[in-house]
Each structure stands twice: as C-alpha cells, then as structure tokens.
C-alpha cells in the first residue's frame, strides 16, 4: 500500500522544509504539497523532522574478537540502530590470513542472512597482499559490490598488516574502484609499549591509553595518507580520536590527498579520565583507540563543523561487562576492545551536536547519512529524501527530553557507556524502504527484513560526490 508521510519538516543535507512524501514500492515517488491521498496510508508526522535514514559505516555484529565474541549478532544489533534511526549498516567482514577472501564473505552473508532487520553491506578486510588476493579482489568488487577495504595498522599479530600490503592494497583500490579504510595506531609501538607496562605491573583499564598515545594515531595516520598521495589513491580512515590524527587528516586534504576522515560519538562525549573509574568499571570505556584528554572533544567538533571530517560511525562493538570486559581483569591487554553504541549513535550526535550548536541541522544529515552514501557507494539510492530513492525515513521529535541507560536501551548488552546522560531529541518512527521498521517507538519490523546492498565503485561514483571540498 502506498504511504503518505504527511505534516513533517524535511531535513536533508543541503534543505530543510516542509512538505510531504508519497512512497511506492519502497520508494519516494514524489515530494510535495497538497499530494493526492487517495489508497494511501497516512503517516502523520506530528511537525517531527524526517531525515534519511542514518547509516552506520562502521559497525561490528557477531564478530570475534579479543578471545570472545561481540554480544550484539545481525538481529539485536541492527534492531536496536533501527531504534535509534539507522536503516543501514556496512559491517566489517574479518578475513584469514591464507585462506579464500570469499570464505570470509560467505562467513559474514550466513551471520547477517534472515536476521537483519534493517538494510546491510559490508567492508572486506585486507589482511595481506599476495598473488591469490589479487586474483580474488575483482570478482568480490563484481559479484559482491564490496568496494571499500579495510586495513588494520595495529593489534599485531592478529589483524595488522604490514606497511606493503597497505600500499599495495591502495594501488588495487584505486585501479579496481575501491576505497581504502584504515584503523590507523601505530601496532609495533603500541605492542612494545604494552609489554613494558605488563612488565612493570601495570595491568589497570587506565594502561590502555597509556599505552596509545596520541602521537601513534596520528603518526599512523600520516603515514597512511603519505602512502595514499604516493599512490593517487582513496583513504578513509576510521574512528579518528585525537587532534594530532586529524592533523595529519586536514594537511593531507591541503596537498590534494583524497582522504577522509570518521569519527564516533564517544570520542565526542567521553575522555580519558572514564578508564579511571573505580572497581574495574573502567573496562567499559577500552576503544581502540583510546579516549583521549577532554581538548581534544572540541577539536573533533570543530573539525566536522568544518569539513576536517565527514563522517560519523558507531564502531559498535559490544562486549558484556560481566563475562566479557571482565577477561581483562588482572590484564588490561585481554579487557575486549569496544563498545554498544549503535543505538545511540544519532541521538547523541543531535543532542550534543544540534542543539548545542556544534554542527547544523544540515549537517547532522550530512555526517550521519548523506556523506557516508556518498562515500561508499549508496548514493542516491540512499542517504537522502529525493524522488526515486528508497524511503528509508527518520521521523525524529527534536524536543522530547530523555537520558541514555542499559534499562531501556535494545543492544544486548548489560551496561551503556553512556549511562545516565541526558539528551534531547528521539527517533519516532523509522521506515526501511517503505516499511516501518519501528513505529511509535515500537519495533515492528523483521528480522530478516534487511536486504544485503551491493555497492558501486569508487569511480562510477560522482566526482563532485568525492571530491575533497569543504562543505
Ligand atoms: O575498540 C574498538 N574500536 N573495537 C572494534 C575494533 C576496531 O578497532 O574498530
Ligand atoms: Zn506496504
Ligand atoms: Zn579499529
Ligand atoms: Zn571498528
């Protein structure tokens, strides 16, 4: 049945007003005032915002990691972005060293199939670059529309690869039409760092950071976009913590690097001081990287006000406090990196960011949305409210005052990194190609609903989508 979403103020990336929007087929089919409503089904949207669904570039379900495995799976945790507004994720496929790309990929379609409940892609992760890798890569890019790389340059000894493959990996990207992702710290450093700690019995929450400066993030980070101008390629690098990573991010971009740069909402929100926290509740704040000092929040906004970065994902990662962080206790090195953050991912950006005055209206859509399609190759048929894309829609009341906890959130965790924050603003509905996925704040999708997306590649893509100009 056709839908009519009648009586919100439409908020894209570049536009914000009001009108109304008819779906068919899972489609926006037109945009408008005084719509025919004939066999429509009428969403009332209350003078709410509508904004595109958001999309989470960065997110990690049933992964294993750290000698466990991530609490939240394909079901809970795509059900609990849909609460907060997400409608797409592009999750990170692990590979094997030595072993067939595509076994990895077929792991990660048998963890996400018939469980999604929102739309999904994934990002492949390059491990090593070899004969049989390169033969592998563009049958994945073809059959599979995956056209983003990743590229771990820490945890030695289990994802890092070395600097060659990460080069090497940029070249194959750029001639086949990929983007290249990189977890940008410094793995050798941070390796030898963390064995002097243990050495010295320091095995608190608190060493993680110690043992991550900031300097290694953005000495990492500066090495990757070196490698990425030597090879006229395409960079993103992934959860930018610190002000020495976005840096080296902006002078890349001044040079004429194509790099770009995401960050996450509790780099935005939270520092270092919670690792701190008494009774090994600290472990509840070990990202990779770090958080970092309190300045350098600030810097993090100023730069995604200014375009310095374009991004934000969750790197949702979810590991219980009791029976996972807890592996850590006597050893911060085996505390299980990361954190559930899905679900809150928009919200905190719209409340702290928006109403704040951090960032625009315009450009909460553009960081949480518009520029992710755009960079990963979903655009247009998603990130934003425009006649023949999909009606992937965020029916959001910017006014309702709320706070943040494990007891209501919906990631299958047992506890939130931001537990008894307050923030204002609430995803209301959320439509995923045309269906309601939640309703009045109620689930009433499917699991399994989700449809995997094939990407296009970097270069079928709109120069002026990538081109590296500021907002
Ligand atoms: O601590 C983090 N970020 N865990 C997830 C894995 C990664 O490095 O993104
Ligand atoms: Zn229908
Ligand atoms: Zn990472
Ligand atoms: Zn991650």
Request: proline share 4%; glycine share 10%.
């Amino acid at each position: 049945m056709k839908k009519l979403v009648k009586n919100g103020v439409i908020v894209t990336a570049a536009d914000t007003y009001s009108g109304d929007i008819l779906i068919e087929d899972g489609k926006i089919a037109a945009i408008g005032k005084g719509l025919d409503e004939s066999s429509c089904e009428i969403v009332d949207a209350n003078g709410a915002y509508i904004f595109p669904g958001g999309i989470d570039p960065h997110t990690h379900l049933d992964m294993p990691f750290g000698g466990t495995v991530t609490k939240d799976d394909f079901e809970t945790g795509t059900i609990a972005a849909a609460f907060g507004g997400t409608t797409t994720i592009i999750d990170f496929c692990l590979t094997d060293k030595g072993k067939p790309l595509q076994n990895a990929i077929n792991t990660w379609h048998a963890k996400s199939e018939g469980k999604a409940a929102i739309d999904y892609s994934f990002h492949l992760m390059i491990g090593e670059m070899n004969d049989q890798v390169l033969e592998q890569l563009p049958t994945i890019i073809e059959d599979e529309g995956i056209t983003s790389f990743k590229v771990f340059m820490a945890y030695k000894d289990v994802f890092q690869a070395d600097d060659a493959t990460l080069y090497q990996t940029l070249i194959q990207a750029k001639e086949l039409g990929a983007l290249v992702m990189v977890h940008a710290e410094n793995g050798d450093v941070i390796d030898y760092l963390t064995k002097k700690a243990l050495e010295a019995g320091s095995t608190d929450p608190i060493y993680h950071a110690r043992t991550r400066p900031p300097e290694i993030e953005g000495e990492a980070t500066g090495r990757a976009a070196c490698f990425t101008g030597l090879a006229d390629s395409q960079l993103y690098v992934v959860h930018v913590s610190c002000a020495e990573a976005v840096n080296k991010i902006a002078q890349a971009r001044n040079r004429g690097v194509n790099i770009w740069g995401e960050t996450c909402p509790q780099y935005l929100v939270l520092d270092e001081s919670y690792l701190e926290k008494p009774n090994f509740e600290g472990a509840k704040y070990v990202w990779s990287p770090p958080l970092r000092e309190k300045w350098n929040q600030e810097v993090l906004w100023n730069a995604l006000k200014n375009g310095d970065l374009q991004t934000i994902g969750s790197d949702q990662c979810s590991f219980d406090f009791n029976g996972q962080k807890d592996l850590g206790k006597n050893d911060f090195t085996k505390i299980p990196n990361g954190g559930p953050i899905i679900e809150d991912r928009m919200s905190i950006l719209f409340s702290e960011g928006v109403q704040k005055g951090k960032i625009t209206l315009n450009q909460f859509v553009d960081v949480t949305s518009t520029r992710t399609a755009k960079l990963f190759g979903l655009y247009p048929k998603k990130g934003t409210i425009a006649v023949g894309s999909d009606a992937d829609l965020l029916i959001f009341d910017p006014t309702v005052k709320r706070k943040i906890s494990a007891e209501t959130h919906h990631m299958a965790v047992d506890y939130s990194a931001f537990e008894g924050m307050e923030i204002t603003g609430e995803p209301v509905s959320v439509l995923c190609r045309g269906e309601f996925v939640i309703k009045e704040k109620q689930f009433v999708g499917k699991s399994g609903y989700g449809e995997y997306i094939k990407r296009s590649k970097f270069n079928e893509r709109n120069e002026a989508q990538q081109s590296p100009v500021k907002l």
